[in-house]
């Protein structure tokens, strides 16, 4: 029995093993690149499917198994149809991130986020009155606050603020000579990640026609994440918020502060 052991030990050679911590690491990062997202759920699906296939082939069903065993031969390029949104950002978060900066290189690959993160509170109050003035002065305004999924790739196409939440900061942020103010601000737990980020707008064919391109965004990112989003109304001063590609309209500060307790509190 011991032979046998350092049979198989003597057998595995270090490149196997840096073979198996790139392919973990390829997988945490596509793991939380697709968490949070319609993806995910789509990625369990072709798990689930693929164990299917393997009980029938074990279970010697041949006819079943053939019909399986179909999709498993085109599961590829059916993979590359399904996923061709989330690989083209995957490929653009890896071209354009700073992971193979010097010094960062191994940090972000193998960054396992074994660690507790402290997470602060969403300051809604701030959130809350911020929209209310905003609304008040008819100031256009795209809020997002993420939630499982980081939303890095769309932070990513502004400009990074990093900076704790409060009222000044988001009027600041949003008034209408402030270079920052086109485009949607990311805020996750209580910071501002960044700001004149661009989103996907939603292609919904039923999508009311008299609402502009904020609403279109925050429908389009609340309907592959599961992030929040606010919107305040150039024209007419209205707080909209939008959850799993749903717009709620005309809401009041009191029932906003009482949306965002409900999702982060």
């Given at each position: ?15 196997d093993v ?8 390829l ?45 498993i ?10 996923f ?5 950002r ?8 700073e ?14 986020k074994?660690?507790?993160?402290n997470a602060?509170?969403?300051?809604i109050?701030a ?21 499982n ?8 196409t502004g400009?990074t603020?990093?900076?704790?939440v ?14 920052l ?16 980020c ?14 502009g391109?904020?609403?279109?965004a ?6 592959n ?5 606010i ?12 959850k799993?590609?749903?717009l709620k ?6 029932r ?10």
């Amino acid at each position: 029995m011991l032979n046998l052991w350092i049979s198989l030990f003597i057998t595995v050679r270090w490149i196997d093993v840096v073979d198996i911590i790139l392919v973990a690491a390829l997988l945490h990062q596509l793991y939380y690149l697709v968490k949070g997202t319609v993806a995910i759920n789509i990625l369990i699906g072709i798990v689930l499917f693929y164990l299917l296939w393997l009980v029938v082939k074990a279970l010697d069903m041949p006819l079943f198994g053939s019909i399986l065993s179909k999709f498993i031969d085109v599961g590829f390029i059916a993979l590359l149809i399904v996923f061709q949104q989330e690989l083209r950002r995957f490929l653009l978060f890896v071209g354009t991130s700073e992971i193979f900066r010097k010094g960062k290189f191994s940090k972000n690959l193998f960054d396992f986020k074994w660690q507790t993160k402290n997470a602060e509170l969403l300051d809604i109050n701030a959130i809350v009155k911020a929209c209310k003035n905003m609304s008040e002065s008819k100031t256009g305004a795209i809020i997002i606050f993420t939630k499982n999924n980081e939303l890095k790739f769309y932070a990513n196409t502004g400009d990074t603020i990093d900076a704790k939440v409060s009222v000044r900061m988001i009027e600041s942020i949003f008034y209408k000579n402030s270079p920052l103010h086109d485009g949607a601000v990311i805020i996750s737990d209580n910071t501002i990640i960044a700001a004149r980020c661009v989103l996907p707008v939603t292609e919904h064919p039923d999508f009311p026609a008299h609402l502009g391109m904020r609403h279109r965004a925050a429908v389009g990112i609340t309907e592959n994440t599961d992030s929040i989003a606010i919107v305040v109304s150039e024209q007419t001063g209205e707080i909209s918020v939008s959850k799993e590609g749903e717009l709620k309209h005309s809401l009041t500060p009191e029932r906003l502060q009482e949306v965002l307790e409900k999702e982060f509190s």
